[in-house]
């Protein structure tokens, strides 16, 4: 196919795709010096003039002319403002990449361009769309996951930057699936009460993780814990952190002190067992030492139960059930748990881990939400 004559305009009435034109280099030389793109893609880094000339007058009319990438303009209000493509791999599957300009970034442009894009792709025959990004780029793998892809492994060094091997996310996409989310994305919301804070975990928070990390108590009681044991390490636990929140997986709260914010703690559920309006989950918990015998813990877990049980003016999961597990020596955790209003149910033999290896009994606990009895104070 030739550039630009045989570049079809896809347009929505909103945006618009289109054929590259001169008049958009300046849009594109700001576009590849953002920050954002220099960090997140594989533009040249420095970038000039020059390197747009020659993307726009020999690179995207060589993929058209070889039917191996189809990349488009992204045009919204009368301007460039970003570009997509698709980069065949054989006859039926195809790779998707996008960036955005700066200034149309939150605005719902890539969302509609790439649903203009893909409904093209698919139209001419492609069965599948595959999705790579490097692990941490945030807003391309929201975009995707509003788009309905389906989440793969991440896959170690898989992606080439600037001479430098990167790990990267997957995921994909079929012709037939809805342009829908597979999966809830949790967002822990703000809670306060009783001076204290549940808020999501910060790059700031990286000393207070580390230092209850190599808290002695802690991993007594937790041998098994991911938390970093050094701050080269928090960037990769925080990661952990928001995956497992993007995948519908684990929520988890930093418990602050709602005056200084300092961080003082973890909440978190998990093992979602979701029927319909029967949704049961798994509580866990930690303190940092800075944290214990203050009543912050107690504060903490009956904030998330009541808003897990959709008690709060945030709302809520709207749980039936939740419940806890905790070593049945561990006398300080299983107190916790009562005053927060979790009834002891039984026993799990053999099922939590021993710091010097083997395994010993865990207290079970839970609350349901039909309960009326107020917790103990």
Request: glycine content about 10%; overall charge negative; aromatic content about 10%.
């Amino acid at each position: 196919m030739r550039f630009p004559d045989d570049v079809p305009t896809l347009t929505d009435g909103v945006v618009t795709l289109r054929a590259h034109q001169p008049a958009d280099l300046p849009r594109i030389v700001q576009q590849a010096t953002d920050p954002e793109s220099v960090r997140w893609t594989t533009v040249p880094h420095p970038y000039a003039e020059s390197d747009a000339v020659d993307w726009t007058t020999n690179v995207l009319p060589k993929g058209w002319a070889t039917d191996s990438t189809y990349g488009f303009a992204i045009e919204h209000e009368g301007l460039f403002a970003g570009s997509v493509d698709l980069r065949m791999r054989g006859e039926l599957e195809a790779e998707v990449g996008f960036a955005l300009h700066p200034g149309a970034r939150g605005s719902g442009v890539m969302r509609r361009a790439l649903d203009l894009l893909l409904d093209w792709g698919f139209g001419r025959g492609v069965e599948v769309v595959y999705w790579r990004a490097f692990v941490g780029n945030w807003a391309s793998r929201r975009i995707a996951w509003r788009l309905g892809f389906h989440f793969g492994p991440t896959i170690p060094r898989l992606l080439p930057q600037r001479g430098e091997q990167r790990d990267a996310w997957t995921a994909w996409l079929g012709a037939d699936d809805p342009r829908e989310p597979v999966e809830p994305w949790l967002v822990p919301p703000v809670l306060e009460a009783d001076d204290v804070r549940l808020r999501p975990w910060r790059e700031a928070d990286g000393p207070r993780l580390v230092e209850a990390a190599n808290d002695a108590v802690l991993r007594e009681w937790i041998p098994d814990t991911p938390l970093p044991r050094s701050l080269e390490a928090v960037p990769a636990y925080l990661t952990r952190v928001h995956v497992g929140a993007a995948t519908n997986g684990r929520l988890a709260w930093c418990v602050a002190d709602a005056g200084t914010d300092v961080a003082l703690g973890n909440v978190a559920l998990f093992e979602f067992e979701d029927e319909p309006d029967d949704l049961t989950a798994q509580v866990g918990y930690w303190s940092h030492p800075a944290g214990r015998g203050r009543g912050v813990m107690t504060a903490a877990l009956r904030l998330a139960t009541d808003w897990a049980f959709g008690r709060s003016a945030e709302g809520g999961l709207g749980a039936r059930r939740l419940y806890l597990l905790t070593s049945v020596r561990n006398d300080g955790s299983r107190r916790l748990a009562e005053r927060a209003g979790f009834e002891h149910v039984g026993t799990e033999r053999g099922s939590a881990p021993l710091a010097a290896g083997g395994y010993e009994d865990n207290a079970l606990y839970d609350r349901l939400r039909e309960e009326e009895t107020a917790p103990t104070t």
